[in-house]
């Protein structure tokens, strides 16, 4: 019975893989500004998967860019339909991206190094490998379309001297990768996850997961917190994916990105 169970899951992956749309392109701007702009002009982007080359003007969270080497890097993004889940709980849809993309990477680099920077970015030890963007759509109470943009390091080796902590997977492994494998496997992650139904039991298997890769979870470090550099303590997040740290004297702070700085 678990034979059979395992085919047909494997099959309706399979199925369902084959009916996404892939648009590639050398160069452009966004791929998520693509797929947003087509979804303001009221087309149906949803299992649409837009992937580039090279991004003239990547999108990273705020205000930061996200810089890649023309081909060596995985840039694409996605529209999933998120229609089941409440606006409140749209945090739970940016834990799973986040555990996707460590379940893809642990298949290469040793998982015990890997963590999830609040709230989405992914960490080889304390240097950035990819970041996540995601815009969601929200309807009423519930939400609607999201666009998940994704950025892989993968085979560059050199990075502009004014990023902070670029790390790559062939600068971890000295080996060159497959981009389209890879992203098959972050679509295969993504897509599995996204669709089980969310439960009880579903929802506290993502929060223990992303807990157990969260960088600096229930660990002393340096932030930058109302204007000083504090050592603090995560502790948490709230229902709305804002973070929550510990100061020395006990007092608890309540976080949006714009709010706390990591000192790395």
């Known amino acids: 019975m678990q034979n059979f169970i395992k085919t047909a899951l494997s ?8 009916i996404m749309k892939i648009t590639r392109f050398k160069n452009i701007d966004s791929t998520n500004s ?27 969270q705020g205000k930061n860019v996200w810089q890649s080497e023309e081909g060596k890097n ?4 996605i529209a999933l339909d998120m229609s089941f889940l409440k ?7 940016t834990q799973i991206v986040s555990l996707s993309m460590v379940e893809v990477l642990k298949k290469y680099l040793p998982e015990e190094s890997l963590f999830i920077k609040w709230p989405n970015d992914i960490y080889f030890n304390d240097k950035k ?25 993968v085979n560059q080796t050199s990075f502009d ?19 389209e494998e890879i992203l098959l496997a972050v679509y295969k992650s993504l897509s ?42 995560i502790v948490g997040y709230d229902k709305f994916g804002r973070l929550i740290l510990k100061e020395k004297n006990d007092r608890e702070v309540v976080c949006d990105l714009k709010d706390i700085v990591f000192r790395i």
């Open 129 to 153: 490998i990819s970041g996540v963007l995601i815009n969601n759509e929200i309807k009423g109470m519930m939400m609607g379309t999201s666009i998940i943009g994704i950025g892989l390091n």
């Open 11 to 18: 099959i309706v992956q399979n199925v369902y893989f084959r």
């Open 87 to 93: 606006a409140e709980d749209q945090f739970l849809l």
């Open 34 to 60: 693509y797929l947003q702009n087509l979804l303001d002009e009221g087309e149906n982007v949803i299992d649409n998967i837009v992937v580039t080359d090279f991004q003239t003007s990547g999108k990273g």
């Open 192 to 233: 599995y996850r996204v669709t089980e139904s969310p439960s009880d039991s579903n929802t506290s298997f993502v929060v223990q997961n992303y807990n157990k890769h969260l960088f600096r979870y229930k660990q002393w470090a340096l932030y930058e917190h109302e204007g000083l550099i504090k050592e603090m303590m």
């Open 161 to 179: 001297e004014n990023l902070p902590n670029p790390i790559s997977m062939k600068m971890i492994t000295g080996k060159d990768y497959d981009l």
């Open 74 to 77: 995985l840039l694409f993004s």
